[in-house]
């Protein structure tokens, strides 16, 4: 009796014993949540993932605020994942990528890395062909931020951004709030502030193909921006000032075309400056986020992208620097023209070019930047 007790509470031992083990559930998208707990500079890292009642799935980490894969119905009703990224946080680590970010302190680029404040300059990192590119090397892409999970469908995320943070002033405390709502959108709403004079510009930075198979080009891709008006650069990337006319230009998407049609054509300088479409459109929805902004859809799957924003401006970026090197989720190769991303924001360089809108946030102000991804089907 005493043997016959004794086998029975060790079998209940190890019956609780593996009860009490963490489960592992695989994401619709097939990650491995286990796969993104580490620890970074002391921050722990996870993955996050939100569903709504249509079951559209969207994961996101909190290293670098990203969003990691997103899932929605294809013209057949199959599940198709539309980003860019890696399937473990080892990758996003070690591999420098921008893949589905939250940027800051500043989406694209400063030039020469210099900002003038009340009459001093301050000297930021010089990252990208002499200017500071979203943030620096150490953008808050590459911070970890503090998880909120609110409910299923919606995640805060938080970040402490000390002062000198990039050479950047002003102690920030930043806020991306990621809702997938029920109609298949990911709204997107950014807040900040500070206690010092600052500049901030915030984005998402993710890369799209939405046949749900990256190894395709999305060049076949339709594209239509609501935009009159683009800001040319110069070779090394950087607005020169100007706000021009797309009409008659490849630069043109007010009438829907596909990427393809003209990226290639180097003949017109654009074009060859940005190795492909690498732009900001002056958007004509004049912070009206109920008018569309921009819309992309892939014949391949029906599935449509609606772009929505209270922000002046959208950088159009094709992936034009995808070579081939790196490998993504589920080890498929990223290659060149694999993607579409579409970061809102105020136009690239604004705190040099007093006659755009401007990016300064003083102590006592709150920024504010909403952006709305809504996806369907094609009808």
């Known amino acids: 009796m005493k043997k016959h007790l004794l086998l029975t509470g060790i079998a209940t031992i190890l019956l609780c014993s593996c009860n009490s083990k963490p489960k592992t559930e695989l994401t619709v998208s097939g990650l491995n949540p286990k796969d993104f707990q580490t620890e970074v500079n002391n921050a722990q890292t996870n993955l996050y993932t939100l569903k709504n009642k249509a079951g ?47 940027i800051g302190r500043y989406a694209n680029r400063i030039a020469q890395g210099r900002i003038v404040l009340d009459g001093d300059t301050i000297q930021l990192p010089q990252n990208n062909f002499g200017h500071c590119l979203h943030g620096g090397p150490q953008g808050w892409q590459y911070k970890v931020y503090e998880a909120n999970p609110i409910d299923d469908t919606t995640l805060e995320l938080t970040l402490h951004s000390p002062d000198g943070d990039e050479n950047f002033p002003g102690n920030v405390t930043a806020t991306v709030t990621y809702k997938l709502t029920d109609d298949n959108a990911i709204d997107i709403k950014y807040s900040a502030t500070t206690d010092k004079k600052t500049v901030i510009n915030m984005t998402n930075h993710s890369y799209f193909n939405l046949s749900g198979n990256p190894a395709h080009a999305a060049t076949d891709h339709l594209l239509y921006i609501n935009a009159d008006s683009y800001t040319p650069v110069d070779s090394t990337f950087m607005t020169t000032g100007e706000i021009v006319t797309v009409k008659e230009t490849p630069m043109d998407f007010t009438t829907p075309k596909t990427i393809g049609q003209d990226i290639a054509n180097y003949d017109f300088l654009q074009l060859k400056n940005g190795n492909g479409y690498d732009h900001n459109w002056v958007l004509n929805t004049a912070g009206d986020i ?16 609606e772009m929505f924003t209270n922000e002046p401006g959208v950088q159009l970026y094709t992936g034009n620097f995808l070579d081939g090197t790196v490998a993504g989720k589920k080890g498929i190769v990223y290659n060149q023209r694999a993607s579409v991303c579409l970061e809102t924001q105020h136009y690239p360089d604004s705190p040099n070019k007093a006659n755009w809108p401007s990016v300064v946030l003083e102590p006592g102000q709150t920024y504010h930047s909403e952006c709305i991804y809504k996806f369907s089907v094609e009808k």
């Open 290 to 305: 109920t008018q569309v902004a921009a819309r992309l859809s892939s014949p391949e799957s029906g599935i449509v992208l």
């Open 56 to 102: 559209m799935e969207v994961c996101i980490t909190n290293f670098g605020g990203r969003i990691v894969s997103v899932m929605v119905p294809d013209k057949n009703g199959e599940m198709q994942d539309v980003v860019l990224g890696f399937d473990s946080i080892a990758d996003y680590i070690h591999i420098p990528s921008d893949f589905g970010a939250s």
